[in-house]
């Protein structure tokens, strides 16, 4: 093959390459490594604003394929408009979903156990008893049934539950389940002690939560966001949360990062982290394995992984 390949990952660093492309580093900074009309495979700087890494395509003239480090491919779609027709884009399912789950427990846990008021407490050296909800016997709804959502199920399984409902764009059965379509969401949301969303965040699914969403859930219910910041309308939320009804454990908002006085901060009930969902220690190893395969199935022409659309025809 000809043509290079830009990656946010040192090429050095990513044992197994394929032999035959020329290699460039390129992680978002003001200077390009080479002409971006020479570039065939496009790897996105990751967790850079949307805006870099849309930056170089209006001048990728040849390339084929645009590779996210991210589940979802939301901030670089809109560059893609720039590309000739036959671009793929690729995400990274397989890399993210150990560590979002993980943290998806880590807020449910959190949040019903208190743990936030523990640490303000031993703060001011104050022993702070009492009852608390359990996970154990509730009820939770899975917003999102991709790979993500079902690695959230994985973890949720050793937890006792009541019952675990999945919802997605289109209905489906599962090892685990019937997966509803989003059209039953609003019969499923009065019967769920804990809503997770993990949806792509799309067209159908901005502002998904808004205030029929909300007011629907059940009374004393949690709400956990690790998709996407505008999947939640936040002004409807905000308007919730200050009733005491409902409360959020939120990875992600709208905006981001969360302004120093947005009032979501200080909004009762609700504990956020700063979309820490993906960067972790499992991330770049995983990430590595992922560009080797993609990049070796490339190289070889053959059919490439995780591929979310082609410019000009949209794969389901």
Same mark, same amino acid.
């Given at each position: 093959?000809?043509?290079? !390949?830009?990656? #946010?990952?040192?090429?050095?660093?990513?044992?197994?390459?394929p032999k035959g492309p020329d290699y460039r580093f390129w992680d978002g900074a003001e200077d390009f490594p080479a002409d971006p009309a020479d570039c065939a495979f496009y790897v996105v700087p990751y967790m850079k604003p949307p805006a870099l890494g849309q930056r170089p395509l209006p001048r990728m003239s040849s390339v084929e394929v645009v590779q996210t480090l991210s589940a979802g491919v939301d901030h670089v779609e809109p560059g893609l408009a720039h590309l000739r027709p036959g671009v793929r884009l690729c995400n990274?399912?397989? !890399?993210?979903?150990?560590?979002?789950?993980?943290?998806?427990?880590?807020?449910?846990?959190?949040?019903?156990?208190?743990?936030?008021?523990?640490?303000?407490?031993?703060?001011?050296?104050?022993?702070?008893?009492?009852?608390? #909800?359990?996970?154990?016997?509730?009820?939770?709804?899975? !917003?999102?049934?991709g790979s993500i959502g079902a690695a959230i199920e994985d973890r949720l399984e050793p937890f006792e539950l009541a019952r675990v409902a999945r919802v997605a764009r289109s209905e489906r059965t599962t090892a685990r389940g019937p997966v509803h379509p989003l059209t039953e969401l609003p019969a499923l949301l009065p019967e769920a002690d804990v809503v997770i969303l993990s949806t792509p965040l799309t067209e159908t699914t901005r502002h998904l939560v808004n205030a029929d969403f909300l007011a629907r859930m059940k009374d004393g219910a949690l709400l956990v966001n690790v998709a996407r910041g505008p999947v939640v309308d936040t002004k409807a939320l905000l308007a919730e949360l200050e009733t005491g009804r409902v409360t959020a454990a939120l990875d992600v908002t709208d905006p981001e990062p969360l302004p120093r006085e947005h009032p979501l901060w200080r909004a009762p009930g609700v504990l956020v982290s700063p979309h820490v969902g993906g960067p972790?220690?499992?991330?770049?190893?995983?990430?590595?394995?992922?560009? !080797?395969?993609?990049?070796?199935?490339?190289?070889?022409?053959?059919?490439?992984?995780?591929?979310?659309?082609?410019?000009g025809a949209t794969h389901v």
């Amino acid at each position: 093959m000809t043509g290079d !390949v830009w990656l #946010p990952i040192p090429p050095d660093e990513i044992e197994g390459l394929p032999k035959g492309p020329d290699y460039r580093f390129w992680d978002g900074a003001e200077d390009f490594p080479a002409d971006p009309a020479d570039c065939a495979f496009y790897v996105v700087p990751y967790m850079k604003p949307p805006a870099l890494g849309q930056r170089p395509l209006p001048r990728m003239s040849s390339v084929e394929v645009v590779q996210t480090l991210s589940a979802g491919v939301d901030h670089v779609e809109p560059g893609l408009a720039h590309l000739r027709p036959g671009v793929r884009l690729c995400n990274a399912r397989g !890399v993210h979903e150990a560590s979002t789950a993980e943290l998806t427990l880590t807020l449910i846990l959190a949040s019903l156990r208190g743990i936030p008021d523990f640490v303000r407490a031993q703060d001011r050296g104050e022993w702070l008893g009492g009852f608390r #909800p359990a996970l154990a016997d509730k009820s939770v709804l899975i !917003v999102g049934y991709g790979s993500i959502g079902a690695a959230i199920e994985d973890r949720l399984e050793p937890f006792e539950l009541a019952r675990v409902a999945r919802v997605a764009r289109s209905e489906r059965t599962t090892a685990r389940g019937p997966v509803h379509p989003l059209t039953e969401l609003p019969a499923l949301l009065p019967e769920a002690d804990v809503v997770i969303l993990s949806t792509p965040l799309t067209e159908t699914t901005r502002h998904l939560v808004n205030a029929d969403f909300l007011a629907r859930m059940k009374d004393g219910a949690l709400l956990v966001n690790v998709a996407r910041g505008p999947v939640v309308d936040t002004k409807a939320l905000l308007a919730e949360l200050e009733t005491g009804r409902v409360t959020a454990a939120l990875d992600v908002t709208d905006p981001e990062p969360l302004p120093r006085e947005h009032p979501l901060w200080r909004a009762p009930g609700v504990l956020v982290s700063p979309h820490v969902g993906g960067p972790t220690s499992a991330f770049l190893p995983r990430a590595k394995r992922l560009l !080797v395969d993609q990049l070796s199935r490339f190289v070889n022409r053959e059919p490439l992984r995780n591929v979310i659309l082609t410019t000009g025809a949209t794969h389901v």
